[in-house]
């Protein structure tokens, strides 16, 4: 079967998450201002989510201690909808005493990657979501869950698809209603994606479910059109590729946001993200930080920079 009869969305929503996914991964300390300066030109892309910060222990991630701070000095960037990783109940009230009005939790598909991450089981740390939704609630504040290494642990291989559906139950009996599958450390196929994803349609239809792809081994862009084709429209993306996995050592980020506007506007998905823009302010990302996590728009530029045809070429016939 070709792709001629391919129906695709015709719209995506992309969550911009190097504010925190791009910013944890690097060592040296990024300045507050210039945090906020990245954020500033992030938000000049047309982008209409961002994930800004992480409100975790300021020991455990130094480079997000100054949370509080990012949030409020971007407060006038109004248009565009922030969201905040948190762990727990103290990270959740920071979060909200800040401003925040949409955390994510997070949370291992494996009890091998919790364990290493938030020392207890995947079950033990969803138990302990309740209070962070009851504070939510009361204070009118969104909550969309997470399973971190959904597609495969590097620990202990390919999950179990029951083990997936339990967790996304329990989510379900929380009542949250947006659950982001990661790709943590590049081990998903587009296979894969596409027959988990028509599993959990299936099972749970009042779900929405967002991809969080990583590139580690090249198959995030193939596994985004699987999420496509399966009606998934959320995604996350970090410009420049930044962020990695710090139990993938030496794996590239997550798939860079130029380079997946590129790819659904070549096939007429509307982001709603101006793409020159996107590529200018990676560029500009790169020349703050000093590098980039890997962006193919970076390297090779747009389909739509055509170059000059060569002048005088003399046909040769035969």
């Not at 248009?79 to 979060?95: E, H, S, Y």
């Not at 479910?209 to 059109?225: D, E, V």
């Not at 798939?255 to 560029?283: C, P, W, Y």
Request: hydrophobic fraction near 40%; glycine fraction near 10%.
């Amino acid at each position: 079967m070709g792709m001629k009869g391919l129906t695709l969305p015709q719209k995506a929503i992309i969550c911009e998450v190097a504010p925190r996914d791009g910013f944890q991964a690097e060592n040296e300390w990024i300045p507050t201002e210039q945090k906020i300066e990245i954020i500033k030109k992030l938000a000049s892309t047309g982008v209409q989510s961002m994930e800004i910060t992480s409100f975790v222990h300021p020991k455990a991630i130094p480079q997000l201690r100054d949370a509080e701070e990012v949030v409020i000095k971007s407060q006038e960037l109004s248009d565009i909808k922030f969201r905040a990783l948190v762990p727990n109940v103290r990270g959740a009230q920071r979060a909200i005493d800040a401003g925040i009005k949409k955390l994510k939790l997070m949370l291992s598909a494996t009890d091998s990657h919790s364990l290493s991450n938030a020392n207890c089981t995947t079950e033990e740390a969803q138990k302990g979501f309740s209070p962070i939704v009851e504070l939510a609630e009361k204070h009118g504040v969104k909550v969309g869950g997470s399973i971190s290494v959904a597609f495969g642990c590097p620990y202990e291989g390919v999950v179990p698809q029951e083990r997936i559906n339990d967790i996304v139950t329990r989510y379900m009996n929380l009542g949250i209603e947006e659950v982001s599958l990661a790709d943590t450390t590049g081990m998903a196929n587009p296979k894969q994606v596409y027959d988990m994803l028509g599993k959990l349609k299936g099972i749970y239809p009042g779900m929405t479910f967002s991809m969080h792809l990583h590139n580690t081994r090249g198959m995030a862009i193939a596994n985004a059109i699987a999420a496509l084709q399966q009606g998934v429209i959320h995604f996350d993306s970090s410009i420049a590729g930044l962020g990695g996995c710090p139990y993938a050592p030496g794996a590239s980020g997550n798939i860079a946001t130029e380079d997946l506007v590129h790819t659904f506007s070549e096939m007429g998905i509307e982001t709603g993200m101006n793409l020159d823009r996107l590529i200018q302010v990676a560029k500009e990302v790169k020349g703050i930080l000093g590098h980039d996590g890997g962006s193919f728009m970076l390297q090779a530029g747009p389909n739509s920079h055509l170059h000059e045809k060569p002048e005088g070429q003399v046909k040769i016939e035969g």
